[in-house]
């Protein structure tokens, strides 16, 4: 499967982004899809992800009540909504899909390239 983020931008704290991640391949709904993000200088984090079953959500503290992951089989797209932005979720952002393993693990064996987000005070 590939994927390709993008939506990335400048915003205000307290503002709000759509990040949409678009795949491809025939398998994509059998794919557990999921959001990184790394900050210059830190290691690559796990933000949310979505299993390809019961469509299951997982996120990071840090984003609860704030990120809503998404995906939309049929057009092979997974969104990640981001409200109440702070300055500490600027970060480049990655999409990425696996077929098993532990979902907050940053071991996917697919990933799209990175969308900057970037969130002023």
């Known amino acids: 499967v590939q994927l390709q983020a993008f939506g990335g931008g400048l915003v205000q704290a307290g503002g709000s982004l759509r990040l949409p991640c678009a795949g491809s391949?025939?398998?994509?709904?059998?794919?557990?899809l999921a959001w990184f993000r790394q900050a210059p200088g830190e290691e690559r984090d796990f933000v949310a992800g979505?299993?390809?079953?019961?469509?299951?959500?997982v996120y990071a503290d840090s984003v609860k009540g704030r990120f809503t992951i998404s995906r939309d089989n049929a057009k092979k797209m997974m969104y990640l909504q981001m409200n109440n932005l702070k300055p500490e979720d600027t970060a480049d952002y990655y999409c990425?899909?696996?077929?098993?393993?532990?979902?907050?693990?940053?071991?996917?064996?697919?990933w799209g390239q990175g969308t900057l987000v970037t969130v002023s005070s």
């Open positions: 979505i299993s390809w079953g019961n469509g299951r959500t």
């Open positions: 990425a899909a696996q077929s098993s393993g532990v979902m907050t693990s940053p071991v996917y064996g697919y």
């Open positions: 391949g025939h398998s994509f709904r059998s794919y557990t």
